[in-house]
C-alpha cells in the first residue's frame, strides 16, 4: 500500500486530496485511518473495490469524499471544508487480518480487519 500524496499544511475551510495506490493482492475493502496527537487511531472512509460502495464515518461526512480508480488501484481521499479537529497523521490501509497492528471497522454489519498500513502522512489544518 503506498501513499502517493503527501498531506500538507491547510486552512481551516480549505481542500486537501489524498491518493493511495494499492498493489499485489487487493482486499475487498480499502480506506483511510487517521490518528491525532494523543488519540486513538479511528476509521475516517472506506470503499469497496468490488462495487464501489461507501462507508463514511460521521464525523467527516459531508466534507469527505472517496472514491477510487480501479485501473489504477488507486483510491483518492478528498478533504473539504477541512476543520482544526481533522488534524491528525492519516493513513491509507486494505484488510489484511495477518498484518499489524489490526484495526476493524464494521461496514454493513460485518466487521473489517485492516492490517496492512501506507505509510502516513500529517495534515495540519490551522485556524
Known amino acids: 500500500v503506498q501513499l502517493r500524496r503527501w498531506g500538507g499544511l491547510v486552512q481551516a475551510g480549505g481542500s486537501l486530496r489524498l491518493s493511495c495506490a494499492a498493489s499485489?493482492?487487493?482486499?475487498?475493502?480499502i480506506g483511510w485511518f487517521r490518528q491525532a496527537p494523543g488519540k486513538e487511531r479511528e476509521g475516517v472512509s472506506f470503499?469497496?473495490?468490488?462495487?464501489?460502495?461507501?462507508h463514511i464515518e460521521d464525523s467527516v461526512k459531508g466534507r469527505f469524499t472517496i472514491s477510487r480508480d480501479n485501473a489504477k488501484n488507486t483510491v483518492y481521499l478528498q478533504m473539504n471544508k477541512l476543520k482544526p479537529e481533522d488534524t491528525a497523521t492519516y493513513y491509507c490501509?486494505?484488510?489484511?487480518?495477518?498484518?499489524?497492528?489490526?484495526?476493524?471497522?464494521?461496514?454493513?454489519?460485518?466487521?473489517?480487519?485492516?492490517?496492512?498500513w501506507g505509510q502516513g502522512t500529517l495534515v495540519t489544518v490551522s485556524s
Open positions: 499485489g493482492f487487493i482486499s475487498d475493502y
Open positions: 490501509a486494505t484488510e489484511n487480518h495477518r498484518g499489524y497492528p489490526i484495526w476493524t471497522i464494521r461496514i454493513k454489519g460485518v466487521g473489517r480487519h485492516f492490517g496492512s
Open positions: 470503499i469497496s473495490t468490488v462495487d464501489g460502495s461507501t
